[in-house]
């Protein structure tokens, strides 16, 4: 069994995919083909930002945005504990500082309460700048944007939104990746909206954000490529990897729609043995992974030993803290003890899932969790 299916979805698309890859190749326009501004345009609408601008990861995504900000040496910039390291570490190895904050308990996202205190930690340290927070929509799960934005405007930060597994979800009525001051997702193959590679895209509602983006992703062009302005990036996204997405954008709504019935499915048959993902009222999660929590650690590696057994994957998302990792080891952790973050990094562990999940595969998992 798969834990993400992504066979199914292409054999669902096949003759569009193939249609559109064989365009862009016998066009031969393969950097910056005519294909990139379509779905530049078209992922912008979706989203509801005035502009996309395609990139070669959502890591570079992430670079791009520190980097038109100006983030470097003593900025301090806000991540929750448990994400994935790409969040913050082109912060990081641009001189900045990530300063970690705990979860909630609930959503697994930014904890805001925890995010005030570390505010109030690093200014009264005194030796850092407060300078940006940000937001991951954990698991496709939309963070809490209306307390973020009321601390981000309190304090005077930017509002990051790293949406890298959060497109085609929403937050009352509005589409992830447009949610902070500016947006980043990924285009890696196994999230909500994957390539066939590594992709990525940046949201801004700014003309000029969308100007500097642009000359950043292709190193930090002036009027033209050989007029170099600024230190930039090679950091565009593949025409080809543009051409695979945009008949996966069209499907997205229509997945994320199913997405809901299949989590709804695992929710009724496993709310009484697992703790089962908690979707904040007015919020839609795209649901990039179906986690589960288990009781304690033990358990939650017993559990994931007989599904193995059984040939059903699981993954854990993830395994550490980013206080706990190595990379980190000496970044400012104020007062925090991170216990939430410690304690679902314990216990959780992710089930086979996607749009394509077919019934038969979903009730075996569910038998095998049932009967463990
Ligand atoms: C996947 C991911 C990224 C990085 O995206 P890449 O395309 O793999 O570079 C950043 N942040 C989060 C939360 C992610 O899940």
Redesign the pocket.
Known sequence: MEFIDLKAQYHALKEEIDAGISRVVEDAGFIMGKQVAEFEEKLAAYVGAKYAVGCS????A?QLIYMAHGIGSGDAVFCPDM??V??VEPAYMLGAEPVFCDIDPDSYNICPDSLERQIKAVTAQGKLRPKAVVA?D?IGNPADYDRLREITDRYGLLLIE?A??GMGASYHGRKCGALGDIGAT???PS?PLGCYG???AVFTDSEEMNDLLKSLRVHGKGSSKYDNVRVGMNARLDTIQAAVMLPKLRRLDEEIARRQEIAGRYDEALKDKFVIPHICDGTVSSYAQYALLAGDRKRRDEVRAKLQEAGIPTIIYYPNPMHCMKVFAGCFTGEETFENTVSYADRTFSIPFSAYLTGEDQERIIDVLLSV
């Open positions: 990861s959502g890591t570079d992430l994400t994935f790409a969040s991951v954990f790293d890298a597994q990924s285009f890696f999230k590594d992709g990525g």
